[in-house]
């Protein structure tokens, strides 16, 4: 190739590799529109080819401009994920230098004038991209040369972008805001607005004007890099608080309790991430003393492989996010960041009750004109706080109350967050009270139902208001549960203000509520008179006296009922049981009394005295609530027997076949009768008419030694009926009963000869033989099992007297100094003497442990 075909190839080559020197022009100096071409423009991206071909389509339609990704179409559709997409290191490459050259100065020469033009720069394209509206181009590319840019500000771009995505401004047409719109705008926010707190404040006031644009953006929010004034944070949260109240009704006044729920959650994690970081550890530990070693037999779903719940999950995330945010995007640079010199280090951070994003005084002053009453600083660290007031009932403020004991708890007010969370379970809860009562009542009447092992209470899921229960017991705020510290001061409406103790049941739940006042209820305890007064004053330090927290119960009996059973059974040592005195006191007795009258109401309804069952051997141990606290009550004569023998029969009428306390009358009569022959007989009837359980008949004519003879003959005489001659069914049925006394007979250890020379002629009892085989080997059974009895307590007697023996035999060392060694032998003597009468002792003893052996003690 000659030299001429070679300066022809390097002329092709020229515009892709224009920045070598050629071997022609090596060490001549060219100047810099030599070396520039449109190919290697900094700004080229393609746009103009597209333009003069013809191929640029614009997208007017509504569907074009709610895509966020570019369309295969037209490279004129906006791209407003870009910042997601793609890294931000990826589309911020200020870092490096310009590939191109810069653009020369060019002439324009025409017949009649003369023009001095520069080819198009980065801010041209930026120019045509904001023409075309499409404002997120425009920031990619500004964000992609940022150092080229200069007559466009970039936060100027930032903000055209959220309006183009936010579909904001007044020249732009009324169309709905799609959620996919909101998110990505969410999403971007840290990315685009990195540090700068006065773009930050700028769109936090512009999306609290979106419906629900707060809820998507609270995450995002910088909680420390930048920091952003207190009234950004006030703003925000009132505003959240007025949606969240606003969507508990909508537009027809139906509750949308999935919605109202959803926000009002939102809300409160958002109000705790932003308060002290103290008020937040707390908040975890009260969570955790609820899960830890299953404090009131609380657990955690199985369901969830989880190692702690959702809400400690998202407090240590909240609390993460509160010492490490740090701010990073593409405005970091621009405005100089004061998070370094005004946040502390991450241990004071962590120690700091006072580091709240907002004023709390001043939210919860607003928070409480919503209820219609003024907040209250007046608190005296000595004595308890003023009652808290809820003037206004709605159901939509609910949120708001709960929102003011969270502050309270952040003040360190525990009393007063306290009274907030039972005024929350007086009137705002979900579950009314009716339901509660009824749930309360089945529990108790079920029990009888159930088998022994299911009986103890089981645990429960951990619930949305379990830490108010650790807040009670690590804070010792039992007074606030004897004494009443909240008023509903609404004047249009009679209100009925409930106790502390229903207030805490309807609010956690009867199970917890139940497991945790059996832990701190403690026996009746003095109380004194305070002479000004005229008021009983509760000792502060006292946990939930049993008397006082059932006279808070009783204008609600059903859930009176229910504790005074969960007492009975759970803590019988301080109510039928007392090991340290042999008179109860006055208040258990008068407890005794009105758990009685209790039991004859409602446990009627339920029919909890009614067992219908013929021959059923395994259900006669099983006995009613009822049964059980009669035959532990009336051993201390709170209830007189008189006395509910007369109530018992007034409530079953003058109908002997009367199910209903039918079991319980008979225990009164057989165990507080006169023992007469009247009562045996009223008794035997109430067996076998009322319960119609012939075992249990068969049992109590058993254990009555004294009219014995004439219950049997009740007894056979009512299996031997003679039936009608033409009722063929009654003949079978009086055979088989006659065989269920037999059987009964057997198992109760009664004589069967007797009984069998007493079946009638031709009656025909189906398998007679077997019955009585069956009946014989489990006699049997049962005098083997006495005699192997007897004989293993010999055996354990013999070896006792051999150890006792053994230990009588058994010497000790001892040193005596020689002063003391006249001194000792007396002692010698009283001890040999001493062992002397102990094995003599032994031996008397031995000689009367059974005629059949003897043992001889040397």
């Known amino acids: 190739m000659d030299e001429t075909e070679r300066e022809s190839v390097r002329r092709g080559l020229a515009p892709f590799d224009s920045d070598l020197p050629s071997e022609s022009t090596k060490g001549i100096f060219l100047d810099f529109h030599l070396r520039w071409n449109m190919s290697r423009d900094v700004c080229y991206t393609g746009l103009t080819d597209d333009i003069e071909s013809g191929h640029i389509v614009r997208m007017t339609s509504n569907e074009a401009d709610d895509q966020s990704a570019p369309s295969t179409s037209s490279i ?66 500004a964000l992609a040369h940022r150092r080229e840019v200069r007559r466009h500000a970039l936060d100027q771009l930032v903000d055209e972008y959220f ?24 999403q971007t926010m840290p990315i685009l607005l990195g540090g700068d707190a006065r773009m930050w404040q700028r769109w936090i006031f512009l999306f609290g004007r979106i419906p629900g644009g707060l809820f998507l953006i609270r995450d995002h929010i910088p909680v420390r890099d930048p920091a952003l004034p207190a009234f950004i944070f006030e703003m925000a949260l009132e505003k959240m608080l007025e949606e969240s109240c606003n969507n508990i009704l909508d537009e027809n006044g139906s509750k949308n309790y999935h919605l109202a729920e959803k926000m009002a959650g939102l809300f409160l994690e958002t109000l705790r991430a932003w308060g002290n970081t103290y008020a937040l550890r707390r908040r975890i530990q009260l969570h955790r003393y609820c899960t ?30 509160r010492i490490s945010q740090t701010a990073f995007g593409c405005l970091t640079g621009m405005q100089f960041s004061t998070s370094a010199m005004q946040n502390t280090s991450i241990r004071q951070s962590l120690d700091s009750s006072s580091d709240a994003l907002f004023d709390i005084d001043h939210l919860a002053f607003r928070f409480s004109q919503r209820l219609h009453v003024p907040d209250t600083n007046d608190y005296d660290n000595d004595h308890l706080a003023p009652a808290v007031k809820i003037g206004a009932l709605d159901p939509h403020l609910s949120v708001v109350v709960e929102a003011l004991a969270e502050l309270e708890l952040m003040r360190e007010r525990f009393d007063q967050a306290l009274g907030y969370y039972l005024a929350l379970g007086c009137h705002f809860a979900s579950d009314s009270f009716s339901s509660l009562e009824e749930a309360a009542v089945s529990t108790v009447n079920s029990v009888s139902q159930q088998p022994e092992s299911s009986r103890h209470p089981e645990g429960s899921v951990i619930g949305k208001y379990d830490h108010v229960l650790s807040l009670i017991e690590i804070h010792q705020l039992y007074p606030i549960l004897l004494t009443r510290n909240y008023n509903f001061v609404d004047s249009a409406s009679d209100v009925q203000i409930e106790p502390p103790i229903a207030s805490l049941i309807r609010l956690v739940g009867l199970n917890k509520a139940g497991n945790f006042l059996m832990e701190s209820i403690s026996p009746p305890e003095d109380t004194y008179i305070d002479d000004q007064n005229k008021e ?23 859930l009176l009922y229910w504790f005074l059973y969960q007492v009975f059974t759970r803590k019988p040592e301080i109510y039928v049981k007392f090991p340290t005195t042999a008179v109860p006191p006055k208040s258990i007795t008068d407890l005794h009394r009105i758990q009685f009258s209790l039991f004859v109401e409602f446990a009627e309804e339920n029919g909890s005295g009614r067992n219908t069952d013929a021959a059923s051997f395994t259900e006669v141990d099983r006995e009613t609530p009822f049964m059980a606290f009669l035959k532990a009550a009336l051993p201390h004569a709170g209830v007189q027997p008189e006395n509910v023998r007369q109530m018992l029969e007034s409530h079953r009428g003058s109908r002997i076949d009367s199910p209903v306390f039918a079991r319980e009358l008979a225990f009164v009569i057989e165990k507080f009768g006169r023992g007469t022959e009247e ?7 109430l067996y076998l008419r009322g319960l119609q359980n012939l075992y249990l008949a068969v049992s109590f004519a058993e254990r009555s030694k004294k009219h014995t003879g004439i219950l049997w003959d009740i007894l056979v005489n009512y299996c031997t009926s003679p039936p009608a001659p033409d009722d063929a069914e009654q003949q079978i049925n009086s055979g088989s009963l006659f065989g269920s006394l037999l059987e009964a007979a057997a198992h109760c250890g009664a004589d069967l000869s007797s009984l069998v020379s007493k079946i009638p002629p031709g009656m025909a009892i189906e398998g007679l033989r077997e019955k009585l085989i069956s009946s014989v080997i489990d006699y ?65 003893i031995s000689a009367f442990t059974s005629d059949t052996f003897s043992l001889s003690i040397r």
């Open 780 to 844: 049997r059974h049962k005098v083997k099992i006495h005699e192997q009895a007897s004989k293993i307590q010999a055996d354990d007697k013999v070896g006792v007297l051999r150890e006792l023996s053994h230990l009588s035999r058994r010497g000790s060392r001892i040193s005596v100094s020689p002063s003391r060694k006249l001194s000792n032998i007396s002692t010698k003597l009283s001890t040999k003497s001493r062992l002397q009468n102990e094995r003599t002792r032994l031996t008397n």
């Open 679 to 685: 009562d045996a007989k009223e008794t035997l009837d």
């Open 163 to 186: 309006i183009s995505l936010l579909r904001l401004g007044r020249n732009r047409p009324q169309r709905a805001l799609s959620y996919a719109r909101l998110k990505i705008a969410a």
């Open 292 to 321: 830890q070693s299953q404090r009131w037999n609380m657990w955690l779903p199985t369901s969830t492989n989880q190692s702690a719940p959702l809400f400690i999950q998202q407090a240590e995330k909240d609390l993460n996010r």
């Open 536 to 558: 009983k004053v509760i000792y502060v330090g006292a946990n939930l006296p049993l008397d006082l927290v059932a006279r808070q119960l009783k204008p609600r009996p059903k």
């Open 76 to 141: 004129c559709s906006d791209d407003y994920v870009f910042a997601l997409s793609a890294p931000i290191n990826e589309i911020l490459s200020s870092d490096q230098p310009p590939l191109a050259s810069p653009s020369p100065t060019m002439v324009v020469l025409c017949s009649y004038d003369v023009c001095l033009v520069q080819t198009r720069d980065i801010d041209d394209l930026i120019s045509y991209a904001r023409s075309m509206q499409k404002p997120a181009l425009a920031l990619k590319y």
